[in-house]
């Protein structure tokens, strides 16, 4: 019993640390649709997704902006993201409406292309590659 | 006893009375026979390339393969890609097989050129204007995509519910070429199906991915290089007939002969009207063939026009065109569609024009309102599905603006590319 007790409260200690359940009042703002990818071999690549209605998006690459667009009533957006360097770029996308954010971090590994063979297990979409916060 | 005099005086009369009727009646209806166009092609012969000049595409497409493609907008490109499409496709030939929308869209994930026609034009319009049978697995034409290759694969759909793939085996073609002539230098711009925004938009709408990379030509309406507006006013009536002109307030100006009448507004706008002499029923194609002759002759510094639809009425059909100026189609506040003709019995009865051409101001204009800018504000106009979101010009009263075109379901907005004005 007391086994099943504490499998109970294991179970419950983890949803309640997922994103999902992390505060009853938190709302999803971004919804991402490009793939995006961990690994890239040129120097440009592209992001696009929804947020919420009347909700702002910003975009960063390595600390600086690189597209910002206001609230809006459709809330699609979408950038190309350039000049990535070699090695690992972060990539942030910050929505925020009212006292609402949401951030999404992305990392881009830009690599030669002559390294294709070491990329194989690399190669995940930001969308399942990315942390998620919320504030 | 009628003296000499007075049967002279009787002959006299009559004669002056049965001339004052043919003459009544040759003003009424002109000296010559009416305009070949006007009479079902009875007194001439329209030629099969005034059809085939109309037949085309309003948009060309280059797929550069993933998620960047960009839309042909030099004369001399889309006129080889056009050129391409025509030795490809009619030449006929080739095993079909069905097709899914899906399909038809991963399609221009390749490298590959996408025409798009601006309605589904019957197979049976392209026959007669090329002058031979081409009989492929569908009705109708609306958007085809041939892939880049040296033995290419062509998609087609019919604009209702069929999709097909045409695979030719091996046919010299200049696909890649085309491609590879565009790949240098071009804006990028990525489909609404490569950013995910389907769930809000038709698949194959183009969303300019660095607006800062375009600049547009600033134009306003004026006649043609060689052309005056008497000539061309006088190319509307038929010679030997006496044309009124009067002005109107507030500057406007009507032509007329009594059986036709030529109004030119200030704004540069023309509307044509006759009234019809026969009762002669045509079929489409006829139609077509006259009202694209009309336009033809008579707006001759216009452009590059295409077929925009035809439509059947009651009491004949209604014609509209397309016109394309640095790349771009022009459209009008008044009357949506740049050039509209009206068949009635067999003859054209009326015509409404923008203007009768257009000029180059020598300066650019960039794209202050992005795309998404003017979803949001087509979205306070009302639109919740953007069917298309296109770059165009807008021609209202005396100005032509730069404006993004959005439509849904048959409604349509203009969001002035400047101020974001609907």
Known sequence: MKKISLLLVLIMLLMASSPAFADGTETQLIQLYSDLPAVAYTSTSAI??????????????????????????VGYFY????????????????????????????????????????????????????????? | MIS????????????????????????????????????????????????????????????????????????????????????????????STAVTESDFADAMDYRSLTYKFAFPVPISYFNAANGKQYNPPVNTIKDVIILSGN??????????????????????????????????????????????????????????????????????????????MNSLVSGFFDSGSMVRKIREMPGDTVYTDGRKGLKVYVDGRLEYTCSALSSARVDDVTAVKIASDFVTKHLPGIGNVSLAGVDEERDGYVVRYNIRYNGLHVYSRQYGFPITVEISDGQVTSMKAVCVGFSNENTETDIKVAALDAMDISF????????????????????IR????????????YIDMENGKL
């Open chain 1, 48 to 73: 696009s997704g929804r947020v919420v209605a009347g909700a702002s998006v910003e975009v960063k690459l390595n600390n600086a902006e690189i597209y910002k667009r206001p609230g809006g009533a």
């Open chain 1, 79 to 135: 950038t190309t993201v350039k000049d990535l360097k070699m090695g690992g770029n972060t990539v942030v996308i910050t929505a925020k409406k009212g006292s609402q954010t949401q951030t999404i971090t992305g990392l881009i590994t830009r690599r030669s292309g002559d390294t294709t063979n070491s990329v194989e297990t690399l190669d995940i979409p930001i969308k399942n590659a990315i942390s998620i916060s919320f504030k």
């Open chain 2, 4 to 95: 000499m005099s007075e049967r002279a005086k009787s002959i006299l009369l009559v004669f002056l009375v049965t001339l004052s009727i043919v003459l009544s009646f040759f003003m009424r209806y002109g000296m010559a026979r009416p305009y070949a166009s006007s009479s079902a092609g009875e007194d001439r012969e329209i030629s099969p390339a005034v059809l085939s000049n109309i037949l085309r595409p309003e948009d060309i497409i280059v797929n550069f393969g993933g998620m960047d493609h960009t839309p042909i907008l030099d004369d001399s490109g889309y006129e080889s890609a056009w050129r391409e499409f025509q030795s490809i496709v009619f030449l006929g030939g080739g095993n």
């Open chain 2, 151 to 228: 033995s290419p694969t062509y998609y087609m759909y019919d604009g209702f519910d069929k999709y097909v793939r045409m695979n030719l085996g091996y046919r010299n073609n200049g696909i890649e070429t085309i491609v590879s002539v565009n790949e240098e230098g071009s804006p990028l711009y990525s489909t609404a199906k490569d950013l995910g925004f389907t769930d809000s938009m038709s698949y194959d709408v183009l969303m300019p991915l660095d607006p800062k990379d375009i600049t547009l030509p600033v134009i306003a309406p004026g006649l043609a290089d060689g052309m005056d």
């Open chain 2, 380 to 399: 306070k106009g009302g639109l919740r599905h953007w069917d298309t979101l296109g770059m165009c010009y807008l021609a209202d009263d005396g100005e």
């Open chain 2, 402 to 413: 730069a404006a993004w075109r959005a439509v849904d379901n048959g409604k349509t907005l």
